[in-house]
């Protein structure tokens, strides 16, 4: 069958972003194939495009961007575990999202439970996943700990800020504007900064009486990396799992000499390369969306024809919450 999709046969802007179609065969031993009703957007997707270096898979173009996605399967192939079936609603990991009809792996699919979306998880799988590591695995948040958001607006803030509250942690967000103030707030924030009006540093500081945090969860990278540092009391964790501003740059590690404190420059794809850590990660996600205590919302929807000025705006920060294109 034919199926519409979103080619780059070059590193650029969003003018490099081209409308394809293409044949999708039978799935093979150990897939299935996906008629796909909500591809996620994310920043991952902005930094491949223009060819930034990353944990991305040299392959040769023409490349399809985008790694999540959700719809209903049409069919299996051989080899395939009997909980995956035809017509049931699934969300996936995977790389070339940006196609509405596509053959994947089983083991990157999970079964969409009642009461989440495909829109929902189509938009926001990665997200969560990557939340549900930062928060879980790589720092555990425990109740009584203060953590700093950076971007806590956007479609990773505003999960990453409930589900730290919901540990029981005090949520400290950093956002761009007044509007996006009210948006921190209203999902999981106890204080939120404006730092293009405020010192955030100073503003953290006091929030903590002085203390600091005990983790700064950064995508903004290069234009706030070092003065998160000097948000973090002793053995405080920054970590940098974006950089919307720019790559973060050498630094001097006597920077992190006097706290003894630690940075971390995660990547999803690591902590769900496993497949049973990719189904436990989303059903963590899933047990605190369903239980209430996580939110997911999706804030902007284009459709993958419009799949340009989806970049433009995503990359022009214009957007709050997630995004999804819907083929």
């Not at 796909?36 to 990353?54: M, P, V, W």
């Not at 990991?93 to 990157?108: D, E, M």
């Not at 204080?191 to 203390?211: K, M, N, P, Q, S």
């Amino acid at each position: 069958m034919r199926s519409a999709a979103i080619h780059i046969r070059a590193h650029g802007g969003p003018e490099v972003l081209e409308p394809v179609e293409v044949e999708v065969g039978e799935p093979g031993p150990g897939e299935i194939r996906i008629r796909q009703s909500a591809i996620g957007l994310n920043f991952a997707d902005i930094y491949q495009r223009r060819g930034a270096h990353g944990p991305y898979t040299p392959t040769p173009f023409p490349v399809t961007l985008g790694a999540q996605g959700a719809g209903v399967i049409d069919a299996v192939g051989p080899e395939v575990d009997g909980a995956l079936r035809v017509g049931q609603s699934v969300a996936y990991f995977h790389p070339g999202a940006y196609q509405a009809v596509r053959n994947i792996p089983a083991h990157r699919a999970m079964p969409l439970p009642a009461g989440v979306s495909e829109e929902v998880a189509g938009a926001t799988l990665l997200r969560g996943l990557t939340a549900e590591y930062l928060l879980r695995r790589l720092y555990p948040v425990k109740p009584g700990d203060a953590v700093l958001v950076h971007a806590a607006a956007g479609g990773m803030g505003v999960i990453l800020s409930q589900w730290a509250r919901a540990l029981g942690a005090t949520v400290i967000g950093t956002v761009g504007s007044e509007a996006k103030m009210a948006i921190a707030r209203a999902h999981g924030c106890h204080h939120v900064i404006d730092y293009r009006r405020e010192d955030f540093v100073a503003r953290t500081l006091e929030c903590t009486g002085g203390v600091g945090v005990s983790v700064v969860y950064d995508a903004v990278g290069k234009d706030v990396f070092l003065p998160s540092l000097d948000c973090l009391k002793p053995l405080g964790m920054a970590v940098n799992y974006g950089t919307a501003s720019g790559d973060v740059e050498a630094f001097d590690l006597q920077r992190l000499h006097a706290k003894s404190l630690s940075v971390s420059r995660p990547t999803l794809r690591t902590f769900i390369a496993d497949p049973a850590d990719l189904r436990r990660g989303a059903a963590a996600l899933f047990d605190v969306v369903l239980g209430g205590q996580v939110k997911l919302e999706v804030g902007h929807r284009y459709a993958l024809a419009d799949v340009r000025r989806a970049h433009e705006e995503l990359e022009g920060r214009t957007t709050t919450g997630a995004a999804v294109l819907i083929p």
